[in-house]
């Protein structure tokens, strides 16, 4: 049973920073197939209206893996050229990237994509647009509520493993 409610927090928890995976896009607003070669980076600048949520679709659709994604805002962009510590609104190093961005106030965002230097050349997609519906961003309240039912999760079911295993060796004692 505890197994069962360690399972339970789990999945709480992924729900908790999950937008809703049936996010529909209303328009995208770029849309772009290109070729990165190793060692090549792109960088795209988009202006986001306030009270919007967009949509950021990358996809490599040949060469699997080796590609990296950073959408940063303005001030962390100026900090990432100038070599200094910076965030990042999301980061991926897969072939496949979507996120899910609600802007409260106009704001500049710089999409960069590159391609890891050991790597061959990649056929990429690229697609910016307007989500249909808003979503809520991700307060560090929403992070705190995250982080509890993770640790919930693994206390539950570390606890119900080790009831079961007490429970399986006194009942093999008995026989």
């Not at 965030?87 to 897969?94: A, I």
């Amino acid at each position: 049973m505890l197994i069962g409610l360690g399972g339970l927090f789990f999945v709480i928890s992924q729900a908790t920073l999950s937008p809703s995976s049936s996010i529909k896009v209303k328009e995208w607003i770029y849309e772009e197939m290109f070729e990165l070669s190793p060692l090549e980076y792109r960088i795209y600048n988009f202006t986001f209206p306030s009270n919007k949520t967009f949509v950021i679709f990358f996809h490599s659709t040949s060469g699997g893996s080796c590609i990296g994604l950073e959408i940063v805002d303005e001030e962390n962009y100026r900090r990432k050229v100038l070599g200094e510590i910076y965030s990042y609104v999301s980061r991926s190093y897969t072939h496949y990237h979507e996120v899910v961005i609600p802007v409260k106030e106009k704001e500049v965002y710089h999409i960069i994509c590159y391609n890891d230097p050991g790597c061959y050349v990649k056929s990429v997609e690229l697609k910016v647009g307007y989500a249909e519906e808003s979503v809520k961003p991700i307060t560090s309240r929403t992070i705190k509520h995250r982080t509890l039912f993770l640790s919930l999760s693994l206390a539950s079911s570390a606890l119900g493993l080790i009831v079961s295993l007490y429970g399986f060796a006194k009942e093999s004692k008995e026989v």
